[in-house]
């Protein structure tokens, strides 16, 4: 089976297959990993040009990097072709400027046409998928409110996906939504669209729950995957944020469940770190050092 084949097996099993993780454990031990190693482009500090960037994560020993969308394309793929990174996922610049969950219409609007070119970058870039924030609940949004809008836009930027071959993953953040993986699967399937699926960030949950439960109920939904860490001791004392402030394997996350649960559900897709550390060469090193360790276990 191929990976397009993959990802639409993995939309017909639907939620039967969310609630049933043993409908994957029993290929588990045919699973060879075969996971490449990217970094979301925002949490690159070295200092130049794109150029001298793409240059760096290379060196570090990166396969690719996750690009923000609405840059210059050319400079992209100039930096692209000449380093030999590859671009696996594009993440949406203005999904929290301009979120499909707004109460106004033009900016949810203005929120579609920012997806949109972000699928478009994608496409050019040869990346499978975009980062999508669906939307944001606040005292001015309700629950319901966050979850009819944005999927009324979505639904208008599907047939885009479609005919670019371009997968919308919807990340699981601190917006106040999709609190429980069973809500999220949900979310994906009403879609009915092989092109909808999930962007998982293993830190971004600890606060709320076990990344690996996340993993086994979203199964083949998980586009992407988001390598990041939280330390539930450093958010009680100094605040909730603090806990991302915290290197690889030295908080929260139990990276060997984790990665036994990647293998249940036969992921062997990207491994993209959102993590601090990535200012200097021998950061971004430490960064590649770290997840080979995860890749290890």
Same mark, same amino acid.
């Given at each position: 089976m191929n990976r397009r084949e993959f990802l639409k097996a993995g939309s017909a099993a639907g939620l039967v297959f969310a609630l049933n993780p043993a409908i994957s454990s029993a290929n588990a031990a045919e699973t060879k990993r075969r996971n490449h190693r990217a970094i979301m482009w925002d949490t690159v500090g070295v !200092? =130049?040009?794109?150029?001298? !960037?793409?240059?760096?994560? !290379?060196?570090?020993?990166?396969d690719g990097v996750e690009m923000a969308s609405h840059l210059n394309q050319e400079q992209v793929l100039q930096a692209r072709d000449e380093v030999g990174l590859v671009v696996p996922s594009v993440c949406g610049s203005q999904h929290w400027s301009k979120p499909l969950s707004h109460p106004d219409p033009k900016v949810r609007a203005e929120g579609l046409a920012a997806l949109q070119q972000t699928l478009r970058d994608a496409?050019?870039? %040869?990346?499978?998928?975009?980062?999508?924030? &669906?939307? $944001? +609940?606040?005292?001015?949004?309700s629950y319901d409110q966050c979850w009819h809008r944005s999927v009324e836009q979505i639904q208008k930027a599907? &047939?885009?996906?479609? #005919? /670019?071959? +371009?997968? $919308?993953a $919807?990340?699981?953040?601190?917006?106040?939504f999709l609190l429980s993986p069973l809500e999220a699967a949900r979310y994906v399937d009403q879609f009915h669209s092989p092109r909808v699926g999930w962007h998982f960030d293993?830190?971004?949950?600890?606060? *709320?729950?076990?990344p690996e439960q996340w993993i086994r109920i979203l199964g083949q939904r998980i586009a992407k995957l988001h390598v990041k860490e939280f330390s539930r001791k450093k958010a @009680? !004392?100094? %605040?909730?944020?603090? =806990?991302?402030d915290v290197a690889l /394997?030295?908080? @929260? @996350? @139990?990276?060997?469940?984790?990665?036994k649960a990647l293998d249940d559900i036969g992921y062997?897709?990207? /491994? *993209?770190? #959102?993590? &601090?550390g990535g200012d200097s060469p021998a950061g971004l090193k430490d960064l590649v050092e770290r997840v080979d360790k995860i890749l290890a276990l």
């Open positions: !200092k =130049g040009s794109l150029l001298e !960037k793409f240059k760096a994560i !290379k060196a570090a020993g990166f496409h050019a870039y %040869g990346a499978s998928s975009v980062l999508l924030v &669906p939307g $944001i +609940v606040s005292k001015e949004v599907v &047939p885009l996906a479609e #005919e /670019l071959g +371009v997968r $919308i $919807i990340e699981n953040v601190w917006n106040n293993c830190g971004n949950v600890v606060n *709320i729950g076990w @009680d !004392k100094q %605040g909730k944020w603090a =806990g991302f /394997l030295e908080g @929260d @996350d @139990d990276w060997p469940a984790i990665v062997d897709g990207w /491994l *993209i770190t #959102e993590q &601090p």
